[in-house]
């Protein structure tokens, strides 16, 4: 399980940070199935398999803050035998997922009372948080236009537009992510969610800064989604996350090079507001 879930984050399988967190720390249950003779040589193990999975994605704050948090806390019990460690696991993984989940309930929940009925709104990639707080604002009977942007290289927008297309009260349109300029003079607000805020910084998705920067010259506000753990004030350098050309041009490049970075950094004075489990932050 913790292979297969190191490789699931590697390829960009599951694309919302918190879920990405959630099955991270989930995988450490595959440790609790297996022998170990000594509480030593289980926290070994654990402490082992926590770096592989926070090494998966450097880039993504819930997840490393989510693993580290259940290892450091099982380590510093110093539990005296492995039955004793393994139950402190499991009640630590259960606590850590509870909290990202509900977190991530929570700003949805705070998120509805500022997203006017009728709305015609963008939202670029894949966010639970963002189709959690539009499925909570369609059961209170609003409805939204939403142009979802395709996200490419790997066409991400496309898994966001097929569920919007579920909610009773969406209207969802994919347009690519170059026309977002085109389509924003449309739009009453901008709705996105985040792999992290580090100081003045948000981290999330390539193409939200350029989104956000052309939003913003054409005042539209620009709102940001996720757990207030996400928000980061130190301890946490980003790192930026290069995928493989192949997803930009199959064929080979001959004489020139293909970059491809996974996320891209946005001033948050660039945004309007930020809205997590915490409440409403506005700049």
């Not at 099982?74 to 909290?99: F, G, H, M, N, Y």
């Not at 199959?250 to 915490?278: C, Q, W």
């Amino acid at each position: 399980m913790i292979d297969e879930t190191v490789e699931e984050i590697q390829d960009m399988q599951t694309h919302s940070s918190s879920v990405v967190a959630v099955n991270a720390t989930r995988a450490l249950e595959d440790l609790l199935d297996r022998e170990f003779a000594t509480a030593e040589e289980y926290i070994r193990a654990l402490e082992r398999n926590g770096s592989v999975l926070r090494r998966a994605n450097p880039s993504h704050a819930s997840l490393q803050n989510a693993v580290r948090e259940v290892v450091t806390n099982v380590t510093d019990a110093d539990p005296e035998t492995v039955e004793e460690a393994k139950e402190l696991t499991q009640e630590q993984i259960d606590v850590v997922v509870s909290r990202v989940e509900s977190a991530k309930d929570r700003a949805a929940e705070n998120a509805v009372e500022h997203l006017a009925d009728g709305a015609t709104l963008l939202t670029h990639d894949y966010s639970s948080t963002v189709l959690e707080a539009l499925a909570q604002a369609t059961a209170a009977g609003k409805t939204f236009d939403v142009y979802v942007t395709e996200a490419r290289p790997r066409y991400i927008g496309r898994k966001t537009v097929r569920q919007l297309a579920d909610l009773d009260g969406v209207e969802p349109t994919l347009i690519t992510d170059s026309a977002n300029g085109y389509y924003l003079e449309e739009c009453d607000r901008v709705i996105v969610g985040m792999d992290c805020i580090v100081d003045d910084t948000l981290y999330n998705r390539v193409g939200t800064f350029p989104i956000a920067a052309t939003a913003n010259e054409l005042d539209v506000p620009v709102t940001v989604l996720g757990s207030s753990s996400k928000l980061i004030t130190e301890g946490f350098v980003f790192e930026n996350e290069f995928r493989s050309g192949s997803e930009v041009m199959p064929e080979p490049a001959e004489g020139f090079g293909v970059r491809n970075p996974a996320y891209d950094a946005t001033p948050v004075s660039l945004l309007e507001s930020v809205i997590t489990d915490e409440g409403r932050q506005t700049f």
